[in-house]
């Protein structure tokens, strides 16, 4: 259900990390080890710098680290700017007037799984992915 792109930030704030205190990490060597295109990858994390989820440094032995702790840092943060999921309001079929009081036909079961979808984000942190 993730985007390539929410994959590949994902993956690289887990290599982020493991980083010990102090360290700093190149894009290079990022998306060499998460194997994603290293323009792309530099430009999502610093809209993530931007967001305050990595601190971004200049020069050399800098890059990339953790703004937060990886306990702190949730699915939901790193999914929510790149695929906006906490706006699935929509109906599943597309129906204009559905809602708890006018269902589609899967109105209930989309709701359930929607909010599945949305608690497992919330309650998965980068550095649950690291085990």
Same mark, same amino acid.
């Given at each position: 259900?993730?985007?390539?792109?929410?994959?590949?930030?994902?993956? &690289?704030?887990?290599?982020?990390?493991? $980083?010990?205190?102090? !360290?700093?990490?190149?894009?290079?060597?990022?998306?060499?080890?998460?194997? *994603? /295109?290293?323009?792309?990858?530099? #430009?999502?994390?610093?809209?993530? *710098? *931007?967001?305050? $989820?990595?601190?971004?440094?200049?020069? $050399?032995?800098?890059?990339?680290?953790?703004?937060? !702790? /990886? !306990?702190?840092?949730? $699915?939901?943060?790193?999914?929510? /700017?790149?695929?906006?999921?906490?706006?699935?309001?929509? +109906? &599943?079929?597309?129906?204009?007037? +559905?809602?708890?009081?006018?269902? +589609?036909?899967?109105?209930?079961?989309?709701?359930?799984?929607? !909010?599945?979808?949305?608690?497992?984000? #919330?309650?998965?942190?980068? &550095?649950?992915?690291? #085990?």
């Amino acid at each position: 259900m993730l985007t390539k792109t929410s994959k590949q930030i994902i993956n &690289a704030l887990v290599e982020l990390a493991k $980083l010990k205190e102090g !360290e700093w990490l190149g894009v290079g060597v990022i998306a060499h080890r998460i194997k *994603a /295109p290293q323009n792309y990858l530099g #430009k999502m994390l610093q809209s993530f *710098a *931007a967001k305050g $989820l990595v601190l971004s440094q200049k020069g $050399l032995g800098g890059g990339f680290q953790l703004a937060r !702790e /990886p !306990e702190k840092i949730t $699915l939901f943060d790193v999914v929510e /700017p790149v695929e906006n999921v906490s706006v699935w309001s929509n +109906c &599943a079929l597309g129906m204009k007037k +559905c809602s708890d009081t006018h269902p +589609c036909p899967v109105h209930h079961e989309w709701k359930i799984v929607k !909010e599945n979808y949305l608690n497992f984000l #919330k309650n998965t942190t980068v &550095a649950s992915l690291m #085990k």
